[in-house]
């Protein structure tokens, strides 16, 4: 039974998350239902991980089994066509080894923030980015975030409904860049890390932008880390600016080379 890796593309607006819900859309339902055009049945897909309702990708990893050797180019198109109109994209497929595992295979999860900074309301990027309606200090969010580079207990960082098995884990890099975005200046967030805990990034991004608007001192986000205390949090920032920028592997199947 051939095995795909499916790099997947999509606005998170009209979903309630990537996990397949009952009576709610899903990513993973709309891909598991153009599956079921193609090879009738019941699928299962396994992602690198889940994104919450509003969050978008731009490379997000699952992976599918099927019975037919379809060529990857055939597949990626065959399912485009059946998932219209939904607001998902397979942009590459390729054919992987049966123990290759979207989530267990991953070494890397890289995760980008839009953060616009603009009294008008968005229109072009409405439900794409976070909006405030004040400037933010870059250098003093840059200060803050600099105490959240490494291994460390993310407890205040992470949901109360989070179900990691521990609150510990490594982030590799927090970098946050000015830019000019369709409606005005923004700041853009680059998180890497192995992994992630239950709203750990939109946790880091909310807390930072209390401290870009002068609400806390840079130091604050070192006291919140070592509180180990959920309501030591800064507010958690809406989802809409939040994507999954992609995925990173030992052997990325997507490497054409």
Known sequence: MPRFALKVEYHGGPFSGWQRQRDRPSVQGVIEAALAKLEPGEHKIAAAGRTDAGVHAM????HCNLVKPWDPFALMGALNYHMKPAPVAIVDCAEVPCEWHARFSAQERRYFFRLAMRRAPVTHDAG???QVPHPLDIDAMRAGAAYLIGTHDFTTFRSTTCQSASPVKTLDAIEIAAAEGRGGPELQFQVRARSFLHNQVRSIVGSLERVGRGGW???????ALDAKDRAACGPVCPPQ???LAGVGYEDDPFDAD
Do not use: K, N
């Open 59 to 62: 490379g997000q990893v699952a």
């Open 128 to 130: 794409l980015v976070w």
């Open 217 to 223: 001192a840079p130091e604050a986000i070192r006291t």
């Open 241 to 243: 600016g939040l994507y």
